[in-house]
Structures are given as structure tokens and as C-alpha cells.
């Protein structure tokens, strides 16, 4: 069965300052893996998603984030954080071989302060 | 990417009612969608696997019974709270699964909030 652990809760940060979200998986094959931003009472959206390949993928709105197979994590990143960026944010991993099905970690609220 | 809307956005019901949420896929045809709920400050919990032309998948713990999935078409799936309780309010999510070479992916609906009175 696959897994998502965020260990972290809460986050604040400064708006300028970097921020790193962490995320930990586990699943005995290549896991496919998404991070999703979902503002108060809103759906989800697509920030990054890593398949194959490069282990450093950069998404939207300046997120990137890093795949380590050895640490099974995928940490996302932030250089320069915008008051715009408070939200919650969720890693996830899927399967094809678990009928697509995504698993979702318990999720990161990110507080901006000015 | 794909565009998916969800009817109602919010809804209020009464104890004991049902409700009917529609998930509409705007832009592709989806075999496959999926259902989830989110209760305040929690993750999203899969609760169906809805298969058009067929019934459709729960997953553990989530009674069939109560949340009844209908997906009649390849572009809209229905979730059904039958005798609503107040146990039952909570954000409803519904995502529609696209083919994408090695990966199928996800793309989800704006949630549908349910309040039970």
C-alpha cells in the first residue's frame, strides 16, 4: 500500500523568505508524485508532478521540487515566498498499478507574514 | 489540462434529506472519475472509484448504500448523500482521471461544500 507522510503541520514564513515543504512516501515501486496547492474552500491545482527522469522538476508559480529515491522524499521549494503562496498544500502519490488512485499526506498550512 | 465543474457549490439540507452532487467533465471524456471527501483541516480521503457504464468502486469503510455514484455518462458522474446526516457535512471533491501515456492523471473539481442541519 502506498503512503504520504508531511510531518510538517504549519509553516510560517516571512514573504520574501524561501520555504521547503517536506513529504515523505512510501510505496514498493516507482511512485508517480504530485504536489497540489488548495486555497480555503477551493478545489485542488496542479503545482508540479514527477513521473520519470530528471529528479528536479519545476512547476508553477516558482515551486520546484526534488525526488530522492534514497529518502523517499520529494520535498517541494520556494525561493522567495509571496503573500499570495498562504494556502494548504498537499503531496500525493499514485499508481498505475493501483488503478490511479492518488494518496493523498495530511497536508502543510503555509501562513505568509508580511 | 482538463476542466472539470461540480454542482452545487454549496449546499444546506436538512437531516434525513438526500442530496445530489454532478460532477461534469467540460472538455474530455472520462471512463474514469473519482470521488473524495475533506473534512475541515484534513487531508482528501478517496472515497469512490466511479466507472462509467458500471458500478462503481468504494473503498474501504465507505458505505455504498449511503453515497450512491451513478456515472451515466463518459462526461458526468453523480454522488448521492441518501438520509443525510450532520456527520455527513463535509467537502466533496471530485477529480477525473485522463490518459496520459505512462501516467493517467488527475484533474479536479472546484469540491462541493455539504452542510447538514
Known amino acids: 500500500a502506498q503512503s504520504v507522510t508531511q510531518p510538517d503541520i504549519h509553516i510560517t514564513v516571512s514573504e520574501g523568505a524561501s520555504l521547503e515543504l517536506r513529504c515523505n512516501y512510501s510505496?514498493?515501486?516507482?511512485?508517480?508524485l504530485f504536489w497540489y496547492v488548495q486555497s480555503p474552500g477551493q478545489g485542488l491545482q496542479l503545482l508540479l508532478k514527477?513521473?520519470?527522469?530528471?529528479?528536479l522538476v519545476q512547476g508553477i508559480k516558482g515551486f520546484e521540487a526534488e525526488f530522492k529515491r534514497s529518502q523517499s522524499s520529494f520535498n517541494l521549494r520556494k525561493p522567495s515566498v509571496h503573500w499570495s503562496d498562504a494556502a494548504e498544500y498537499f503531496c500525493?502519490?499514485?499508481?498505475?498499478?493501483?488503478?490511479?488512485?492518488?494518496?493523498f499526506g495530511g497536508g502543510t498550512r503555509v501562513l505568509v507574514k508580511p | 489540462g482538463a476542466v472539470v465543474s461540480q454542482h452545487p457549490s454549496r449546499v444546506i439540507c436538512k437531516s434525513g434529506t438526500s442530496v445530489k452532487i454532478e460532477c461534469r467533465s467540460l472538455d474530455f471524456q472520462a471512463t474514469t472519475m473519482f470521488w473524495y471527501r475533506q473534512f475541515p483541516k484534513q487531508s482528501l480521503m478517496l472515497m469512490a472509484t466511479?466507472?462509467?457504464?458500471?458500478?462503481?468502486?468504494?473503498e474501504q469503510g465507505v458505505e455504498k448504500d449511503k453515497f450512491l455514484i451513478n456515472h451515466a455518462s463518459l462526461t458526468l458522474s453523480t454522488l448521492t448523500v441518501t438520509s443525510a446526516h450532520p456527520e455527513d457535512s463535509s467537502f466533496y471533491i471530485c477529480?477525473?482521471?485522463?490518459?496520459?501515456?505512462?501516467?493517467?492523471?488527475?484533474?479536479f473539481g472546484p469540491g462541493t461544500r455539504l452542510t447538514v442541519l
Open positions: 500525493a502519490v499514485g499508481a498505475t498499478a493501483a488503478g490511479n488512485k492518488l494518496t
Open positions: 466511479s466507472n462509467e457504464g458500471s458500478k462503481a468502486t468504494y
Open positions: 477529480s477525473i482521471l485522463l490518459a496520459g501515456g505512462r501516467y493517467n492523471e488527475q484533474f
Open positions: 510505496y514498493g515501486a516507482t511512485p508517480y
Open positions: 514527477y513521473f520519470s527522469g530528471d529528479t
